[in-house]
């Protein structure tokens, strides 16, 4: 049921109510008086009507809310969920927490090179792409980007086994996701650069 709330800081009025498994706060310009408290009461009234014919408007209630947005995103996740498509994090939050969960088994100065990595290459690469949104085509083309900025490798340019390390820990963030939401792992077949070889006079 929604309710009739007030903010002590502001003594406005509020209606704190819960939707499609949501909760949303609306809040409104009325003080808290009598007279504005019954006025909302009503509406709340008209909205849990709705609610339990389930034929609740959102935006009919409260056009112009930014809480329409955060509705129109749920909605879509649960239809894609309804239909069968895997609804995974996203790229930069999956990989926050990997590192959080991983790093107890790390040296620092490892866990200050995945950082490092993380935020140099990879967040960049993927941003807010989904996991299971990930394709092989969207690895190696990060793999080309990485292969053209400059680096310590002997052309200038970042070396293969900086490739491959920056890489590895691509594939290990790929292989945790795939197994723990249950999607192909994109990173699967993809072999590391060769590394040139260095010959001893």
């Known amino acids: 049921m929604a309710k009739v709330r007030v903010r002590k800081d502001t003594n406005k009025l509020f209606i704190d109510f819960q939707h499609q498994g949501?909760?949303?706060?609306?809040?409104t310009l009325?003080?808290?008086?009598?007279?504005?408290?019954?006025q909302l009461q009503m509406l709340v009234q008209r909205m849990d009507a709705e609610m339990l014919l389930n034929?609740?408007?959102?935006?009919?209630?409260?056009?112009?809310?930014?809480n329409?947005?955060?509705l129109s995103e749920s909605v879509a996740a649960n239809q894609r969920a309804t239909e069968g498509e895997i609804v995974t994090p996203l790229f930069l939050d999956f990989a926050d927490q990997w590192f959080q969960e991983s790093k107890i088994?790390?040296?620092s100065?490892?866990?200050?090179?995945?950082?490092?990595?993380l935020d140099s290459s990879l967040k960049p690469a993927f941003k807010n792409t989904r996991m299971a949104e990930i394709t092989k085509a969207d690895i190696l083309a990060a793999r080309t980007k990485m292969a053209?900025?400059?680096?310590r490798g002997a052309s200038g340019l970042m070396a293969p086994k900086t490739i491959n390390s920056h890489l590895t820990i691509l594939r290990m963030i790929m292989t945790e996701a795939s197994e723990r939401f249950e999607f192909d792992n994109p990173y699967r077949n993809i072999k590391p650069l060769k590394l040139q070889k260095v010959h001893i006079r």
């Open 22 to 27: 949501l909760r949303f706060r609306e809040q």
């Open 148 to 151: 053209k900025r400059r680096g």
């Open 109 to 117: 100065s490892h866990t200050r090179n995945v950082v490092s990595i």
């Open 55 to 66: 034929d609740f408007d959102y935006a009919a209630f409260f056009p112009g809310s930014s």
């Open 105 to 107: 088994q790390w040296r």
């Open 68 to 70: 329409l947005k955060k």
């Open 30 to 38: 009325l003080a808290d008086t009598a007279k504005n408290r019954k």
